[in-house]
Each structure stands twice: as structure tokens, then as C-alpha cells.
């Protein structure tokens, strides 16, 4: 059964996939696996082998951390001969076929940590393991047979088997698709160590490190790979894809292995060229990747097995950008690092987690980013210069820096780094700054026009918002609250006159709770341009922060309008149902899934919303009780859907509430890790 966790002692959580479920296509598609290796880079699957996104593939290399991300190699298709028979470990989907089949070859697949398959190959079980280096755009494959015990063999009892791997590849941007083309070099340099390849002159070398192999050339293209969740998504989702033959092993012996990488042999490496046993060095490179996890884990032992997936989940978004900075990418597979997404994310992935090496540089980076008196936005996949185009970005801004200083005490950093930054936003915020930002007499934050979105609700197609919000935003000028309540805090600590901002912070609190309560619904209105009435989740910002600007009844009305409209097993829903714009399903094309984006399909990070609301107007005890109902859907989620061990970006509006968008997103980690931790009985 999917999601069964394995026995122990280890403190790495373990999930099982079953082989008749991965023999069950329509079941094993559903199930994604993601490895990333610190830089933005990833390799991904499903547990039957078989890639059904654009995005799927062995290695993905950021060629600039964390973006610039090619898809070099995407797959390595497998064939095992031993006591007269063969067999193919591969599968892939064409027009009406799969071909190989080696799906139904599968017994059992695992995560303990990584992607790990066992095929039953008649009398015999062979063991195929999947890990990325981290810090290298390289990924690992490990082959070794497995007694009836489950333990491996040494030589003695292996049988005489030979392993052949054919590399199809397709070099190519990871949001494209490639098809046959004349500009492709067909050559490549075989050696008694590596197979190098370049099929493209202005694109990156692919090197595959191997031991005891040869190589057969038979250079050719194959035609209509199909990409199932492509098509879901509107999208072209058939590809051609190059091989330039086979690495062939005459004696695989008891195990054998294979490292494929970006580029020539890098520093760390190199080692490998000079190693007796390949085996040995990928295994020093497992075994150091394993230690790192644990080590990420250690201050996690006797923790749930939830808690402790979701610290591994977080860990995934982690990058490198431009050098020693830290950032958090947004979601797997096709989103970068955002600021919108790396603010709301930070608290989870960064101080739940407990991760010291990322805490300070995440927010001193972003600091450093400061333009006119707000954060990027978005950093392009092309390494053009950051957009801006956010007015809360800058807003959650404030919130992470405040949550860190809470968390550590480091108030010395936050005032040396992080309120020089502060101030001067809080100054453009007055006066006005880009995209019609700026503050009106009453103290809100009115912000964009008809034709900008600015807000988190910011799907737009050919120009034109799909959910267009402008003006005066509620959780905006709940965050704007926030941001003036966290800096006089922080002018006091610096020795400076709170004043000015406590008496903004109160003059907005009043205004807001005037101009945005409606009466007639018993919640806030979502915008007031109209005003809005749409029951929106945007309206928990103004209890859920840490100085909510709306308290004691009406507080508790939002919090019931909100349980009733919005709230799922999975996460709240973006409008309510009986709104004639909702939207139950989320599919189709780009027109059809952005029109759905907002408006009505759930959101996974907004129970963190929900359940910081619930603690500040009901007591940890009462949210606790409300929380725990949920829990169970959500740990079933994390290990039987979707992505496994992480948490998806969206799920239908409607029942059963099927995950969809990116099958990792941080945000959604990153909340429900609060709501693990907060329910967890050892924290």
C-alpha cells in the first residue's frame, strides 16, 4: 500500500510503494519522486519509471544557481541478461503503447531517503537507487542484487548478469520541448572511464563516469515520447528524444554504478577518475548525503514521521544564489526563487527547521535587493535583471525578519541588516513608490490599477489579470499593520522614537476596521474597490499576524464565515462556492487553469493562515482541537499523492480535492511543517 512506512531504527522517514500499485499505471503515474541537490537542479520521476512531464528527467542542471536549468539527461533506460533471459527495466509511453514495459517488473518502491526500486527479474531481485550529489550538478544510479533476505550479495552469490544503459537525452531549456532537428552532433568520446557528450555546441557537456564498460554506438532518434500531465495541462506534450547507443557491462558483478554530471569532471569530482572502484567513491558520495539528512534530522529525533518528512521536504527548496546566499526556490518543477513565496515560506523552511546557515543570509540577500522601497518579485529563469512587480513581497518582508528576531533573539542582526531596509521602505510606502504603491490620508495602502497584479492572486493571461485586485487590498493593509507595529517595535530596541509609527499603526487600525468590516456578511471585504464582497481567505492576514489588526468578535465572525465557505481538509479554498466566478476543478489550458487559479481552487499554505488565526483569537488549546481533524488528510496526502514526502501547490475546489499545480511547493511545506510541529505531542 502507498504511504506504508518501514520499520526503523533510522531516524530518515521510509514510505513503500507496493508493486502492484506501481504495476497499476493509472495509479503509479500519480506518484512523484524529487531529488534536488542545493543549487535549483533536480531529478524526478514517478515510482514507474516512466516520465509523463516535460520536466522529468535524471538530471536537471542549473547552470547559474539556482536558474538556468537544463534537462541533459532524461532517462537511462535499462536492460538486465542473466541464465538465458533478458530484461528491460525501462518504461515509456508512446501513442497507444508502453514500451518497455518495466514497470511490471517492479516489486516494491521506496524513499528511505531516495528513489529506490526493486525489480523481480525471474528468480532474482535487483536493486535500483537514485540520488543527487549535493552541491554538483550530478546525479548518481546504483545497481546491486538483493538476497531473499532482502540483503545484498556479495560476488560469490550474484549471478552471472550483464546490464546494458542506453542514455536518451534532449539538452534543452526544462520548460521546452525538443523534437528532431539537423542541428544535433550525433558524436560523442567514449573512454575506458567516461562517456562524454555535446550534442549542441552552445549547450553544456554531459560526462557519465562508469567503471567496466564499453560502449556500443547506435546513434538515433525516438519519436513521441508522451507526457501525460502536458496534455492534462493544455500543453504540447509529445517529444523526440536522442540516444547515441548503449554502455554495455559483459559482468555487472554484485553491483555496479554510474555517475552522470554537467560538464567535465569539477574539483570534487575528479577523484573519481582516479578511483580503483567507482562503487566505492559513489558510495562515500551516498553515505556523505545520507549523514547530511540525518544530520538536518538530529534535532528532529523521536519527532512524528510528518514532521520529520516535512523538515526533508523544506530542505529540498534550499539554493544557492550567487555564492554564499541562500534562497528558496518556489515550487518543483518549473518555479524559481520568488520573493512573495521566499517570505511566506522563510518562517517554515528556515526556522522550524532550524536551518542556521540559511536564517540570516536568506533576509540580509534580499535586503541587498531593495529597489524604490520594494523586494524582487521574481527572479527570471534567463538571469535578466529581478521584476518588482509585488506590492505584499515587501510586506512579507517585514513579517520574516520580525519572525526570525522572535525566534533567535538576534535583534542585533535585524537592526544592523535588516531596519536600515526597513525604514526605507516604510518611506516610499508613505510618499509613493512604482506600480501607483502609496499611502493615502488615511493611513491604507491603496496599490495597482485595472491592468496590474500586484497581490499573491496574480494569474495573468495576454496581459490581462485574471483576478484583478487593486486599491485598497485587505491583506495588504493588514501586512502594512503589521510591518509599522514590528518597526516601532524595532525603533524602540534602537533607541528611537516609536511614536511615529505606533501612531500610524493605530490610525491604520482604525481605518481598516471602518472601511473593510461588511456587516452584511460578518467578514471583511476582499477589496474596496466596490467595494468587494467576495468571500476571500485574504481577510485571515488581518488575525493571523503577528499584531493582528482585527480582534474579539469580529475576529471570531471572519473566523466562522471562513470555516464554513473556505475551509477543506487540504487547504482553503481561494473564493467561496457560491460565488457565480468559482471554479471547482482546476485543468485544461493556460486560459482555463489561470481562470481557475484564484477562484476557487485550494490552497495548501493558507492553513497556515487558518491555524495562526485560530491560535490568536481562540487559544492554542481551542486550535488545536480544530487542527487535529485535519491532520490525518494531510499526512495521507504527504505520503500517498502527488509528490511524495512534500506537499502539492493547489487541489480542486470540489471534492475529493485532487492535487494539482506543482507537486512540491514551498509554501505549502513550509505552513503545514508549522501545523506538524504545533500538533506534534514532543515539540
Not at 534550499?318 to 534562497?327: K, P, V
Not at 496581459?463 to 487590498?473: D, E, L, S
Not at 495562526?612 to 481562540?618: G, Q
Request: proline share 6%.
Amino acid at each position: 500500500m502507498s504511504g506504508k512506512q518501514a520499520k526503523s531504527n533510522s531516524i530518515l522517514p521510509e514510505l513503500t510503494v507496493d508493486g502492484a500499485e506501481c504495476r497499476d499505471l493509472g495509479r503509479a503515474l500519480q506518484l512523484e519522486w524529487l531529488e534536488t541537490n542545493g543549487l535549483g537542479g533536480f531529478a524526478s520521476s514517478t515510482a514507474a519509471g516512466i516520465n509523463t512531464r516535460r520536466y522529468h528527467g535524471l538530471l536537471v542542471a542549473a547552470q547559474s544557481p539556482p536558474t538556468g536549468r537544463m534537462l541533459l539527461l532524461n532517462k537511462l533506460d535499462e536492460t538486465v541478461a542473466a541464465d538465458g533471459a533478458a530484461w528491460q527495466l525501462g518504461a515509456n509511453l508512446f501513442p497507444g503503447a508502453v514500451h518497455p514495459a518495466g514497470h511490471e517488473l517492479i516489486e516494491s518502491f521506496h524513499l528511505d531517503p531516495f528513489p529506490r526500486w526493486i525489480f523481480k527479474l525471474g528468480p532474482h531481485r535487483l536493486e535500483k537507487t537514485v540520488f543527487m550529489v549535493y552541491g554538483q550538478n550530478a546525479v548518481a544510479l546504483c545497481y546491486r542484487w538483493l538476497g531473499p533476505d532482502g540483503q545484498p550479495l556479495d560476488s560469490a552469490r550474484a549471478p552471472a548478469a550483464s546490464l546494458r544503459l542506453r542514455p536518451f537525452i534532449s539538452f534543452r531549456d526544462f520548460h521546452h520541448i525538443r523534437k528532431q532537428n539537423p542541428d544535433l552532433d550525433s558524436t560523442c568520446v567514449f573512454k575506458d572511464d567516461s562517456l562524454v557528450l555535446r550534442p549542441y555546441w552552445n549547450m553544456p557537456v554531459l560526462t557519465i563516469l562508469h567503471n567496466g564498460f564499453y560502449f556500443e554506438s547506435s546513434p538515433q532518434w525516438h519519436y513521441d515520447f508522451e507526457y501525460p500531465r502536458e496534455q492534462y495541462r493544455g500543453l504540447d506534450f509529445r517529444e523526440d528524444l536522442f540516444t547515441h547507443g548503449e554502455l554495455a557491462r559483459q559482468d555487472m558483478g554484485a553491483s555496479c554504478s554510474v555517475l552522470v554530471f554537467m560538464g567535465k569532471a569539477s574539483r570534487t569530482l575528479s577523484v573519481a577518475h582516479s578511483a580503483t572502484e567507482l562503487e566505492t567513491f559513489i558510495g562515500v558520495l551516498r553515505d556523505k548525503e545520507i549523514m547530511r539528512r540525518r544530520r538536518l534530522l538530529k534535532e528532529f529525533k523521536g519527532r512524528s514521521g510528518a514532521v520529520r518528512r516535512l523538515v526533508l521536504a523544506a530542505d529540498q527548496f534550499i539554493a544557492e544564489r550567487g555564492g554564499r546566499r541562500n534562497t528558496i526556490i518556489a515550487g518543483y518543477h518549473w518555479f524559481n526563487d520568488w520573493g512573495r513565496d521566499t517570505m511566506i515560506a522563510y518562517p517554515g523552511i528556515a526556522l522550524i527547521s532550524k536551518r542556521l546557515a540559511m536564517r540570516r543570509a536568506t533576509l540580509a540577500a534580499y535586503a541587498g535587493y531593495t529597489k524604490q522601497g520594494l523586494i524582487p518579485n521574481n527572479f527570471p529563469d534567463t538571469g535578466l535583471e529581478p521584476s518588482y512587480n509585488s506590492v505584499d513581497a515587501t510586506l512579507w518582508f517585514f513579517n520574516a525578519g520580525y519572525e526570525y528576531a522572535r525566534s533567535t533573539d538576534d535583534f542585533d542582526f535585524v537592526l544592523k541588516e535588516l531596519w536600515p531596509a526597513y525604514q526605507n521602505i516604510i518611506t516610499h510606502f508613505r510618499k509613493g513608490t512604482l506600480y501607483d504603491i502609496r499611502m493615502q490620508d488615511d493611513g491604507l495602502i491603496t496599490a495597482g490599477n485595472p491592468r496590474t497584479q500586484l497581490t499573491w492572486m496574480d494569474a495573468c493571461v495576454d496581459g490581462a489579470p485574471m483576478t484583478p485586485r487593486f486599491g485598497k487590498v485587505v491583506e495588504i493593509n493588514a501586512l502594512w499593520h503589521n510591518a509599522l507595529c514590528v518597526a516601532a517595535d524595532l525603533a524602540e530596541r534602537a533607541g528611537q522614537d516609536k511614536s511615529p509609527f505606533l501612531d500610524l499603526a493605530e490610525k491604520v487600525k482604525s481605518a481598516f476596521n471602518e472601511q473593510f468590516w461588511n456587516p452584511d456578511m460578518g467578514c471583511l471585504f476582499d477589496t474596496l474597490t466596490g467595494p468587494d464582497p467576495a468571500i476571500r481567505p485574504n481577510q485571515l492576514a488581518a488575525l493571523s499576524l503577528p499584531h493582528p489588526v482585527v480582534q474579539g468578535e469580529r475576529a471570531e465572525s471572519i473566523l466562522r464565515v471562513v470555516e464554513e465557505r473556505l475551509l477543506t481538509p487540504v487547504g482553503l479554498r481561494s473564493l467561496d462556492p457560491a460565488h457565480p466566478d468559482y471554479h471547482g476543478g482546476y485543468g485544461g489550458g493556460v486560459h482555463a487553469r489561470d481562470g481557475a487559479y484564484h477562484q476557487g481552487t485550494v490552497w495548501a499554505w493558507l492553513l497556515g493562515l487558518y491555524a495562526r488565526a485560530l491560535r490568536n483569537v481562540r487559544g492554542d488549546d481551542a486550535a488545536r482541537r480544530a487542527l487535529l481533524p485535519l491532520f490525518e488528510p494531510m499526512k495521507r496526502h504527504i505520503t500517498t499523492q502527488a509528490g511524495l514526502n512534500s506537499v502539492s501547490e493547489i487541489f480542486d475546489g470540489d471534492p475529493p480535492h485532487n492535487p494539482r499545480g506543482c507537486v512540491a511547493q514551498a509554501w505549502s511545506v513550509a505552513e503545514w511543517l508549522y501545523i506538524a510541529d504545533f500538533l506534534d505531542p514532543h515539540s
